[in-house]
Nanobody
Framework: QVQLLESGGGLVQAGGSLRLSCAPS????????MAWFRQAPGKEREFVVG????????DYADTVKGRFTISRDNAKKTAYLQMNSLKPENTAVYYC?????????????????WGQGTQVTVSS
């Protein structure tokens, strides 16, 4: 059974930074593509960023390009989301997701494993 443990959310002022971590357990981390999604109140869960399992290729939602960076350390079995220049509209619950496919997927249905979510609140 794969479990994803997230950490790193919190409250930050606009323009600040946060780093989220996602540590899967129970599977071979390097074989799974990872992604971060977010869900704001009253909105659907949306794709933020993903990273290929082996090549490390990444893809970002247009709204976060240049400000967010996803990375993975296969030796530590941890994925990271560095968020800089945060804006109030980035406030949401952020979810880590994993799929046994090597490739990045943009829809929630393609991911079999999810973290519990971590709240990110950006004040103006």
């Amino acid at each position: 059974q794969v479990q994803l443990l997230e950490s790193g959310g919190g409250l930050v002022q606009a323009g600040g930074s946060l780093r989220l971590s996602c540590a899967p357990s129970g599977h071979t981390f390097s074989n799974y593509a990872m992604a971060w999604f977010r869900q704001a109140p009253g909105k659907e869960r949306e794709f933020v960023v993903g990273i290929h399992s082996i090549s490390g290729r990444t893809d970002y939602a247009d709204t976060v390009k240049g400000r967010f960076t996803i990375s993975r350390d296969n030796a530590k079995k941890t994925a990271y989301l560095q968020m800089n220049s945060l804006k109030p509209e980035n406030t949401a619950v952020y979810y880590c997701a994993a799929t046994a496919s090597n490739y990045i997927h943009y829809d929630t249905r393609s991911y079999s494993y999810w973290g519990q979510g971590t709240q990110v609140t950006v004040s103006s």
